[in-house]
């Protein structure tokens, strides 16, 4: 059964907040620095109603299946850099489905949506990044056989 893809709505915030924690479960597995704060629930839904619906630089996509969300994904607009010749692009963040989704292409579909939307930009968008957390050897994997292509990491330390 494929799923609807669709823009999310004011009303949905409610419903994509569980996502969202699914999301943050998924990533703390990996480093647990990505354990949402007990206050981020409202912080998170200001953040969608205020920045993401009816924004020209960003959007929610959300995979829906007998009326129930199972996929979610954010994209914004990244300006041009300053410096470099980095143009404007496409971010792509908080890609997630339900465990019990993965492997029906879901993701995939969401994927493409977020593409048309940013083909349609009217900055002239030609490609997207999206970060995939050390250690996430199947998101990595999957991202790369939709042919997106690792072009930096990134390092840290403790201080």
Same mark, same amino acid.
């Given at each position: &059964?494929e799923?609807?893809?669709r ?5 949905? %915030?409610?419903?994509? $907040?569980?996502?969202w #924690? ?6 703390? !597995? ?17 953040? @969608?109603? !205020? ?9 929610? @996509? ?5 009326? !129930?969300? *199972?996929? *979610?994904?954010? *994209? ?10 980095l143009?404007?692009? %496409? ?9 019990? #989704?993965?492997?029906?292409g879901? %993701? ?12 349609d930009?009217?900055r %002239?968008?030609? @490609?997207?990044? *999206?970060?995939? $957390? ?5 998101? &990595?994997? $999957? ?6 292509e690792? $072009?930096?990491?990134?390092y840290?330390?403790?201080l």
């Open positions: &059964m799923a609807e893809i823009q999310a709505e004011k009303a949905d %915030g409610t419903e994509l $907040i569980e996502l #924690h699914g999301f943050t479960d998924y990533l703390s !597995n990996y480093d647990d620095r990505y354990q949402h704060k007990d206050e981020a629930d409202e912080r998170w839904l200001q953040y @969608f109603e !205020n920045q993401l619906l009816d924004s020209k630089y960003g959007t929610v @996509f959300v995979a829906e299946l007998d009326d !129930n969300l *199972v996929g *979610v994904l954010e *994209v914004r607009v990244v300006g041009d850099h300053p410096i470099f010749r143009q404007d692009h %496409g971010y792509i963040n908080g890609h997630f489905v339900l465990e019990e #989704h993965r492997e029906s879901i %993701g995939q579909q969401l994927l493409e949506a977020a593409a048309d939307w940013l083909r930009h009217p %002239g968008i030609d @490609f997207c990044r *999206v970060d995939v $957390i050390e250690g996430d050897d199947q998101g &990595m994997s $999957i991202y790369e056989e939709l042919d997106f690792p $072009i930096e990491h990134v840290e330390c403790e």
